[in-house]
């Protein structure tokens, strides 16, 4: 299904061993975080424009939301039961050359947006500026995305994908709540992506800057 959606699994109370560490110790201690965006920031300023470090946090948010996001959507969809999304309970490892390998537990809330989803906003909005309206349309752009590479991956759960994702995105902090799941989901925010190309064409397919003027 992509590589957002692979993870390992630890029984509820186990310790996985280093280099695997919980997200609430990103939280407490956000220096990887930082040279991941300021890696993101390099890549893209390779390309000769000089942008604002949000754009390279807004992307590692992004990116970070979708690989936790990814499989928990999927564990509803294929009825495995909810992940729990606190911060204690989800462990990573560092690693600046793709997707965070995840370690999850298999049980806790059923809403998506729970624990370290809006943790990981609101750290990303103080530490590094990135506006709060982007924030959460990233988030949003994450569920609709994974459950559109579920339904391209397995077509006979595509309805089932579409009924959590669109159950998510009538949260109000997703831009009111008025977000549609399918195909035709549009965003009304900007991952701000664009300022790395130096044109306002260079945008992802979900954007709000694809509508007509």
Do not use: K
């Amino acid at each position: 299904m992509g590589g957002f959606f692979p993870v390992q699994v630890h029984s509820p109370g186990e310790q996985p061993s280093p280099p695997w560490r919980t997200l609430h110790s990103l939280l407490d201690d956000p220096e990887p975080l930082d040279a991941r965006v300021e890696f993101v920031d390099m890549t893209l300023r390779a390309g000769g424009h000089d942008i604002s470090p949000r754009v390279a946090a807004s992307v590692v948010q992004l990116g970070l939301c979708g690989r936790i996001l990814a499989p928990a959507l999927a564990t509803q969809t294929f009825g495995l039961g909810p992940l729990h999304l606190d911060a204690d309970a989800l462990w990573c490892q560092d690693d600046l050359g793709g997707a965070y390998p995840l370690s999850v537990g298999v049980s806790g809330s059923t809403d998506l947006l729970d624990g370290v989803i809006t943790d990981l906003a609101g750290l990303f909005g103080e530490r590094y500026g990135v506006p709060p309206r982007t924030l959460w349309g990233n988030i949003a752009s994450t569920i609709n995305s994974a459950a559109r590479q579920l339904a391209l991956a397995r077509p006979d759960l595509a309805e089932a994908a579409e009924r959590v994702a669109a159950s998510a995105l009538r949260d109000p902090r997703l831009e009111g709540g008025t977000l549609r799941a399918g195909p035709g989901f549009r965003r009304r925010s900007c991952c701000l992506i664009y300022q790395a190309s130096g044109s306002r064409t260079a945008i992802c397919g979900d954007c709000v800057l694809g509508l007509p003027l």
